[in-house]
């Protein structure tokens, strides 16, 4: 019995992560649109970040290597308006809630788990539509 609501569980968790996709995916392009908060970006340096997400369980690491590049040089923007601010600030508040939303509605105690899947998602997406912005956009 315990095996079938922890099937359930994971169902209502993946449910709620394929759910909130479209706003992921609004959220990090509205970062990227606004061109002045970062330089020059490439796009193996957010393929970058988004491999450290990849390899590690914590969402704190992930914040780590992007103030690491902030301080690096200025292609992710300096400041509070930075790009890298931008996504910190996404992961710490929109990500967040909508993780402990999942988790709630799931009847789930890994909060971080849903977090860190969702702010997986939100970069891959980033590195898309950062791909977008340099190659595709005004070849459309």
Excluded: C, P
């Amino acid at each position: 019995m315990s095996n079938l609501l922890e099937q359930q569980k994971q169902l209502k968790i993946q449910k709620g992560i394929r759910q909130a996709e479209d706003m992921l995916v609004t959220w990090v392009q509205d970062a990227l649109d606004d061109k002045k908060s970062y330089g020059d970006l490439e796009e193996s340096q957010f393929r970058n970040l988004l491999r450290v997400s990849d390899t590690t369980e914590s969402t704190e690491v992930i914040k780590n290597f992007l103030r690491y590049q902030v301080g690096r040089d200025k292609k992710w923007g300096r400041g509070k308006d930075s790009l890298a601010a931008k996504i910190i600030q996404d992961i710490e508040t929109r990500i967040k809630e909508r993780a402990n939303k999942i988790a709630q509605e799931a009847k789930a105690e890994d909060v971080n788990a849903i977090l860190l899947e969702l702010t997986r998602r939100y970069l891959g997406y980033g590195a898309r539509h950062l791909k977008y912005k340099r190659d595709g956009e005004f070849n459309v």
